[in-house]
């Protein structure tokens, strides 16, 4: 198995600082950063891509200054899932089936939108009962919704404390979120603004669907709310985290990973000093190669997404910048996978 001497990539090109322009190219090899030799630290491993999938950062990858990639131009896709061609290193081997997301797929470095990605191999994931289809299912998104429900349940909180609410949940986080907390036997109460995702949220488990959090947007938020929650998984920030924290109960937990409504956080320190609430925060990209094999291992087992094909749509690689500017718009709910194996 070796890389072809040209293959297809999808790759976004900025053109005079205002516009992103997305088309698939014929590249050669010295498309992908250069492979391993004797003065490389970092061992590098080459993966024939089967699968990516479509995340809100991929969006931002092609829209102008939307100051997620360092430098174009650049293959989107912060999921990578298929098969090792080429392995550096000794513990990852030829043939192996993989998954790869974080750090600078997509964004410092080429991604999962080609036949071919080359990656360090410290940040790639071996599968071992998981399908590359269901891992790019999975993705980004399912990694930070496993990352989330590990939070809550290593604070403590079990499904006899009370609900748990989520938000953004028709997002790919959120989805996925329900589908393991109901799994998990945690009573889910999904929040969407999205009426038309109701009945989703519902197969995926959630016992109470709810509209977007605080039902009125403009009301002058309460410093502490009328307690409801054991615990949140919030994707969205903003002013709904802010309401998420004020209306958890006590001794409850908030992991927070999203803010599409909003970075900013006006709140006090009444649900932590008075409730002895704890904000978690939860970061994907970063995270360090064994804690993220770990949480994969997780997936592969006792945090297996018990609903994934339910939430789950397939496009291919040549279809998916209309999906890019679905998702930019709020316009997708659930996961994307992007077949790339064959879809160019």
């Known amino acids: ?108 470095q080429h991604g999962g939108y080609a036949e071919y990605a080359r990656v360090p191999a410290d940040w790639v994931v071996p599968l071992t009962t998981l399908s590359t289809r269901e891992a790019a299912a999975i993705g980004t998104a399912g990694f930070t919704a496993a990352m989330s429900v590990e939070a809550l349940l290593a604070h403590g909180i079990r499904p006899d404390d009370g609900p748990i609410v989520v938000t953004g949940a028709s997002g790919g986080v959120g989805t996925v979120s329900v589908d393991l907390l109901s799994a998990a036997g945690f009573e889910v109460h999904a929040s969407s603004g999205k009426a038309s995702a109701a009945e989703l949220l519902t197969s995926l488990g959630a016992a109470k669907i709810i509209g977007r959090l605080p039902e009125d947007p403009d009301a002058k938020p309460r410093p502490l709310g009328r307690a409801e929650w054991a615990g949140a998984v919030d994707c969205v920030g903003g002013k709904t985290l802010a309401h998420v924290l004020s209306t958890t109960r006590y001794a409850g937990a908030v992991a927070a990973s999203g803010l599409t409504g909003g970075a900013g956080l006006s709140t006090t320190v009444l649900p932590f000093i008075l409730r002895g609430v704890a904000l978690l925060g939860i970061d994907s990209v970063q995270r360090p190669i064994e804690k993220r094999r770990a949480t994969w291992q997780q997936l592969e087992s006792t945090l297996t997404p018990q609903r994934l094909d339910q939430l789950t749509t397939e496009v291919a690689i040549a279809d998916v910048q209309s999906v890019l500017s679905d998702i930019a718009r709020g316009a997708i709910t659930g996961r994307t996978v992007v077949a790339v194996a064959g879809g160019f």
């Open 1 to 108: 198995m070796t890389v072809p001497t040209s293959f297809t990539a999808l790759v976004a090109r900025e053109k005079d600082g205002s516009e992103i322009t997305l088309s698939p190219e014929t590249v050669d090899q010295s498309f992908l950063p250069h492979p391993d030799g004797p003065d490389r630290v970092h061992p590098t491993v080459t993966i024939a891509v089967e699968y990516s999938s479509v995340n809100f950062k991929d969006a931002l990858a092609v829209t102008p200054k939307g100051g997620v990639v360092r430098e174009y131009p650049i293959v989107p896709g912060i999921d990578i899932a298929g098969t090792v061609v080429e392995s550096g290193s000794d513990a990852i081997a030829v043939g192996q089936k993989v998954v790869a997301h974080g750090y600078e797929i997509g964004t410092g």
